[in-house]
């Protein structure tokens, strides 16, 4: 499931589509304004009305639902933080492994320099590409 954040208007209106029978009559509003993911978290009684939800007990249900879906989508943001950190730390322990077994090789010189072999290669690949996922995620929020 994608992050509510990154829905669009069209994602929205099945949302509310699935939402109780009372609700039906608002989809053509939502569906006209392109209401997104985003603004649909941060929607507000205010909004609703403007939207064309006069009933208070509609912008109730409304308001609720909307509560529901932000804490799924903390719920998502979160699940994708620790697939994050549990990449990163692989990555770092399958390099650290590949260093390790390069230095108990009895042959192993510290004074020459010999091509690494492709395992430590992708290694540090990974690890990098783990790191720049990581650091994107953190600092998505950054250039809003």
């Known amino acids: 499931m994608d992050p509510v954040t990154k829905w669009t208007p069209k994602q929205v209106v099945e949302w509310m ?19 997104s993911g985003e603004q649909l978290l941060k929607i507000s009684h205010q909004d609703l009305e403007e939207l064309g939800v006069a009933r208070i007990g509609h912008q109730e249900l409304v308001l609720e ?3 529901l879906l932000c804490a799924l989508n903390y719920g998502v943001e979160t699940d994708k933080l ?3 950190v549990v990449k990163m730390r692989a990555a770092s322990n399958n390099l650290h492994i590949s260093t390790s077994e390069r230095r108990k090789i009895s042959s192993y010189d510290g004074n020459t320099s010999h091509k690494p072999p492709n395992e ?3 290694s540090v690949v990974e690890l990098i590409g783990a790191a720049k996922s990581l650091l994107t995620w953190l600092d998505r929020y950054n250039n809003i």
């Open 17 to 35: 589509r699935g939402l109780d029978a009372s609700l039906q009559q608002y989809v053509a509003s939502f569906e006209r304004e392109k209401i």
């Open 65 to 67: 639902a909307v509560d």
């Open 82 to 84: 620790k697939n994050l």
């Open 120 to 122: 430590f290669l992708t």
